[in-house]
């Protein structure tokens, strides 16, 4: 889930023994992020850690049942999916109840989507969070609302409705909503509301988002063969595949990857059907096992890894729990339970009064009502199995 001030709420392995991941580098080596040092106790249970910050979110609802309303009303929605996922909050606890009416006001019943009234261009990705948060509560009365959703996001897919064709380098992309350039970070949300809809695999809708995936690899290949793909080479995935805004990006020119869009195109390909085999899937694997990294998102500039971090958390839980991963091995032959030291990496970052916070703010990550939900949503795929 991504969201910048006026793009993104961003706020989402195997291991194999084919591939390794290099581990960080000097960047992981000189940055240690700040709350690191400042956490809560260290031997705190998973429970201890996800009901602190409950009891944090609990304290910072406002009146109308809202979060961080003034900063995004998708975020409402991001802490709804945390207390639900996290197993922490039910659809009938009053303070999620009063979350979830919120929402309801956001149904646009005639578009189909759940963004209604925003004077935003972020209808996919507030409906995209929405959905989720829908669908978490596990009330079947949203059953309507989330089907009417998911036909709002394949009419506006790039390549429908507006009728691009596959020489477009945005087919099969979601943007910012329907009209606008895709890019991956939209595209996975969409893809999560997808599968958390119910979607089926042989849909067509996959097939034509692959290929937009595909087109935002730094990999040559017959599925990528844009002019900048075979520049870097090394597996990542990057934001946008086209001109960035304001053209300032070369069409050619080198595109490096990250972190948190590269856990989100790996993801991305399982969800459309890529195989473990394929030379997609491995080239990622092999970027994943040279930068992984619970305690940055990789890839960014040099002393800007704690850029997006919750959101990196969050896409890097759930692609390993799409892939179905245990354990990921490092390039260096390190296996890394990377549940435990998730949980452990929020752990210590965890505040005094069971928040998280991030010292950077870009993409929002200033706001705790958003850190704390991503928190949440990340250690709802790392609980201890009993």
């Known amino acids: 889930m991504k969201f910048g001030r006026q793009?993104?709420?961003?706020a989402m392995m195997m291991v194999i023994g084919m591939s390794a991941v290099t581990i960080g580098g000097a960047q992981e080596k000189k940055e240690q992020p700040k709350e690191k040092q400042k956490g809560g106790a260290k031997q705190k249970t998973w429970d201890e850690v996800a009901d602190a910050g409950v009891a944090y979110l609990k304290t910072t609802q406002a009146e109308d049942g809202t979060w961080s309303k003034t900063s995004h009303p998708g975020i409402t929605a991001v802490v709804l999916t945390g207390l639900f996922k996290s197993g922490k909050a039910t659809a009938d606890d009053a303070f999620a109840a009063k979350g979830l009416k919120f929402v309801?006001?956001?149904?646009?019943?005639?578009?189909?989507h759940i963004a209604a009234g925003e004077?935003?261009?972020?209808?996919?990705?507030?409906?995209s969070v929405n959905l989720q948060a829908l669908k978490a509560s596990g009330s079947k009365k949203y059953d309507k609302v989330i089907a009417d959703a998911v036909t709002y996001f394949k009419k506006g897919q790039v390549g429908s409705a507006d009728g691009k064709k596959e020489d477009d380098s945005n087919y099969g992309g979601f943007g910012y909503g329907p009209g606008t350039r895709g890019d991956m970070s939209n595209t996975h949300f969409v893809l999560d509301s997808l599968v958390a809809a119910g979607v089926p695999k042989d849909d067509e809708v996959y097939k034509k988002t692959l290929v937009f995936v595909s087109r935002s690899q730094n990999l040559e290949s017959e599925a990528n063969k844009l002019p900048w793909a075979g520049k870097i080479n090394d597996g990542s995935?990057?934001?946008?595949n086209g001109s960035a805004p304001g053209g300032t990006t070369a069409a050619d020119a080198a595109r490096p990857g990250y972190g948190s869009m590269t856990y989100a195109g790996l993801k991305s390909l399982a969800i459309c059907g890529v195989s473990k085999d394929d030379p997609r899937h491995k080239k990622a694997l092999e970027w994943v096992a040279k930068n992984y990294s619970v305690d940055l998102n990789p890839g960014r500039a040099e002393g800007a890894g704690g850029q997006g971090y919750y959101y990196y958390l969050v896409a890097m839980a759930r692609c390993f729990h799409t892939l179905g991963v245990d354990e990921v091995v490092d390039a260096a032959g390190k296996k890394h339970d990377?549940?435990?030291e998730?949980?452990?990496a929020l752990t210590f970052r965890q505040r005094k009064d069971g928040s998280w916070g991030n010292d950077f703010t870009t993409w929002m990550e200033g706001d705790p009502n958003l850190d704390t939900a991503f928190a949440l949503i990340a250690l709802s795929y790392t609980k201890p199995k009993k």
């Open 338 to 340: 990377w549940r435990a």
């Open 104 to 112: 309801e006001t956001l149904v646009d019943e005639k578009e189909g």
């Open 7 to 10: 793009a993104a709420l961003a």
């Open 342 to 344: 998730i949980t452990r």
């Open 119 to 127: 004077n935003l261009r972020h209808k996919f990705y507030t409906t």
């Open 237 to 240: 995935f990057i934001y946008v």
